[in-house]
């Protein structure tokens, strides 16, 4: 039985929350909260395996509840919130703070998005509650540092050609980690960065300006027919699959959801492998499943350098864990080393 505590400080969106997470048979909710004060209480005394958190809250809102809870009692935490704004900024800086995962709240009964979302915020938190260990990132070291070179297969060099992109694709626990490697690369980075980074709908551009917060490159969601830049990134949209052809355009697709995902990185990894080859960085971050594993095997396959987010960093080790136990890894490397290994692809 999951032990679930709900912080909302409204009483209506509380009691609906409480609903939805009582009806599951697996799950028990243990408390119920309008406070962070209350929350922080609460998880000492109460022990839950989950907490969902709201982000306005009276007196201590949900960032600095966060951040108590991390530094004292650490579990799984998942945001729960709404569409405002100032609450999706709010969401990321919780992210910072050691949250795990965030959802949309669910829509109203009645609403066309209603069922949808209300499996998706029970799903998250019962895939949450198997998240034991919490971990958190040092800041990335000064650039020109060292990084190790955990290498499962391939050659030294990690790669035979020079590499004309870098291909990112993440799930759960992958926000803080692409924070950490964007975070480290100069403004000058000779190459574009295409990142499919599996996120709530309505999550993604507040997503991107968070990055940009914190990294010295251009973030910002792909269009179509955008022709890429070397120093930008570019994050999937909600609801389509992120490609780029032979010219370096980028190419959305409406194409049909794989195992379930739009955007799916393994449709990014399949176009970058069918244009370019061998003259890709592919890296696959923390995530559950195996979406863009079999994918960065290919790509490793053809040559490309290839990167798997190793066990240790990884909030869940599964799309990474995957395309390592296919030997699809030229390197296993934590989010700050990957960083300083891009840099160091494009030196030389």
Same mark, same amino acid.
């Given at each position: ?93 919780? +992210?910072?703070?050691? #949250?795990?995962? =965030? $959802?949309?709240?669910? &829509? ?8 949808? %979302? *209300? ?76 990142? +499919?980074?599996?996120? #709530?709908?309505? =999550? $993604?551009?507040?997503? &991107? ?8 490159? %251009? *973030? ?80 490793? #396959? ?47």
């Amino acid at each position: 039985m999951i032990k679930v505590l709900v912080a909302e400080d409204s009483p209506t969106i509380r009691a609906f929350l409480v609903s939805i997470l009582e009806t599951q048979p697996d799950m028990r909710v243990v408390g119920a909260v309008s406070s962070g004060e209350e929350a922080v209480t609460a998880v000492q005394d109460l022990k839950p395996d989950v907490v969902t958190m709201d982000i306005h809250m009276p007196g201590m809102d949900g960032f600095t509840a966060t951040r108590r809870i991390m530094e004292t009692l650490p579990v799984p935490i998942v945001i729960v919130s709404g569409m405002m704004t100032d609450q999706v900024a709010a969401t990321f800086r919780a +992210v910072e703070a050691g #949250a795990l995962a =965030f $959802v949309r709240r669910p &829509a109203g009964i009645g609403h066309a998005d209603h069922d949808r %979302e *209300v499996a998706d915020l029970v799903m998250t938190v019962r895939l949450m509650s198997e998240v034991r260990v919490v971990r958190r990132w040092r800041r990335p070291p000064p650039l020109g540092s060292t990084p190790r070179t955990g290498a499962v297969t391939g050659d030294p060099a990690g790669g035979r050609s020079r590499p004309r992109l870098v291909a990112i694709g993440a799930s759960t626990g992958g926000p803080m980690a692409l924070q950490t490697i964007l975070s480290s690369l100069p403004a000058d980075f000779p190459l574009p960065i295409l990142v +499919v980074q599996h996120i #709530a709908n309505g =999550f $993604v551009e507040g997503f &991107a300006e968070w990055l940009r917060l914190s990294s010295a490159l %251009e *973030v910002q969601v792909a269009r179509d027919f955008t022709g890429t830049m070397p120093g930008h990134v570019y994050l999937a949209p909600d609801d389509r699959h992120l490609g780029i052809d032979r010219n370096g355009v980028i190419r959305l697709s409406d194409a049909a959801p794989e195992s379930g995902l739009r955007p799916a990185v393994s449709h990014l990894f399949r176009s970058v492998a069918d244009q370019f080859g061998a003259e890709v960085v592919g890296v696959l971050l923390s995530g559950m499943g195996a979406d863009g594993s079999a994918e960065l095997a290919h790509l490793h #396959a053809l040559g490309a350098t290839t990167i798997a987010q190793d066990k240790a960093s990884s909030v869940v080790h599964g799309m990474p864990g995957v395309a390592i136990d296919m030997g699809g890894a030229s390197h296993v490397l934590n989010p700050t080393e990957i960083g300083a290994k891009l840099v160091g692809l494009v030196r030389g």
